[in-house]
T-cell receptor, first 107, second 114 residues
Framework: DAKTTQPTSMDCAEGRAANLPCNHS???????VYWYRQIHSQGPQYIIH???NNETNEMASLIITEDRKSSTLILPHATLRDTAVYYC????????FGQGTILTVHP | AAGVIQSPRHLIKEKRETATLKCYPI?????VYWYQQGPGQDPQFLIS???????DKGSIPDRFSAQQFSDYHSELNMSSLELGDSALYFC?????????????FGPGTRLTVT
């Protein structure tokens, strides 16, 4: 699986958009970009995935660059409950969790 | 909606004992994954099964074995437990068919080895 690079931590004000970047310059053609999050020792939660095109669901939006070497997860209106570790994973099957980004949403 | 069920939720064992963790996937999901998360660490992939056959293998110790049964539930068997096996063990399941394989995780089993 391709390696990903994410900021160690980010802060966001409640109600504002949270934009979490991820670099995956070695991604191969059949690998998807997945985003998961983990809230304090709970099971990781699937957020969204994409291959080439930008994607949106009820939780978030995923913007993938044209060369697929980086992506951004957007939480449009962050709430305190969005405070978690966010993992960007490039994979075609099993998930290889890297360091992740600790997102802290503050009032 | 039904979720992944793991049992037990907490387990305390002594060194050199054995432990069995169980995972019941979401109905119609035929693929099961096991992950281990040590204290302060990120989850690490152990092993996966598709249609009762092992489909991929990660850094799973030889002391551990796993299988998937005809009803698609899976069991992770751990023998000769060591202190370093203390961790959260997550099971995830995914739908059959082509990628992408969105994985849905259970609440985990917290294993403490004393």
């Amino acid at each position: 699986d391709a390696k990903t690079t994410q900021p160690t931590s980010m802060d966001c004000a409640e109600g504002r958009a949270a934009n979490l970047p991820c670099n995956h310059s070695t991604i191969s053609g059949n690998e998807y970009v997945y985003w998961y999050r983990q809230i304090h020792s709970q099971g990781p939660q699937y957020i969204i995935h994409g291959l080439k095109n930008n994607e949106t669901n009820e939780m978030a939006s995923l913007i993938i660059t044209e060369d697929r070497k980086s992506s951004t997860l957007i939480l449009p209106h962050a709430t305190l409950r969005d405070t978690a570790v966010y993992y960007c994973i490039v994979s075609y099957g099993k998930l290889t969790f890297g360091q992740g980004t600790i997102l802290t949403v503050h009032p | 909606a039904a979720g992944v069920i793991q049992s037990p939720r907490h387990l305390i064992k002594e060194k050199r004992e054995t432990a069995t963790l169980k995972c019941y996937p979401i109905p119609r999901h035929d693929t099961v994954y096991w992950y281990q998360q040590g204290p302060g660490q990120d989850p690490q992939f152990l092993i996966s099964f598709y249609e009762k056959m092992q489909s991929d293998k990660g850094s799973i110790p030889d002391r551990f074995s796993a299988q998937q049964f005809s009803d698609y539930h899976s069991e992770l068997n751990m023998s000769s437990l060591e202190l370093g096996d203390s961790a959260l063990y997550f099971c995830a399941s995914s739908l059959p068919g082509q990628a992408p394989y969105e994985q849905y995780f259970g609440p985990g089993t917290r294993l403490t080895v004393t």
